[in-house]
């Protein structure tokens, strides 16, 4: 059964860090375009970065360049995403998702997505 697990979400002061992790199982991620989505109380689901395993290409949203950073880790079949001074407007629930061969910022903004995971709660609060 293919599926993505995520988790290292939590309640974190403004200024603070975060590290999410997906990890995929029933798969590899070695063809696979791997992003983060956030979607915040009455908004949409929107495309936060991605990376393709197959390149190492990276695409990330405006709002979170300079803060937040995709990465990967092949032999845990892991992709985290570090985000550092966190700010209120990054609350949200945090999903993983992945699509084989999708381009970074097609993925990112389609957005294209094969496999969601069940999403972690991230709140940025004082």
């Known amino acids: 059964q293919l599926q993505l697990v995520e988790s290292g979400g939590g309640l974190v002061q403004p200024g603070g860090s975060l590290r999410l992790s997906c990890t995929a199982s029933g798969f590899t991620l070695d063809h696979y375009t791997i992003g983060w989505f956030r979607q915040a109380p009455g908004k949409e689901r929107e495309g936060v970065s991605c990376?393709?395993?197959?390149?190492?290409?990276?695409y990330y949203t405006d709002s979170v360049k300079g803060r937040f950073t995709i990465s990967g880790d092949n032999g845990k079949n892991t992709v985290y995403l570090q985000m550092n001074s966190l700010k209120l407007e990054d609350t949200g629930v945090y999903y993983c998702?992945?699509?084989?061969?999708?381009?970074?910022?097609?993925?990112?903004?389609?957005?294209?997505?094969?496999?969601w995971g069940q999403g972690t709660q991230v709140t940025v609060s004082s």
């Open positions: 998702g992945a699509a084989l061969l999708a381009g970074v910022h097609a993925m990112c903004v389609g957005p294209r997505v094969q496999y």
């Open positions: 990376i393709s395993r197959r390149d190492s290409s990276t």
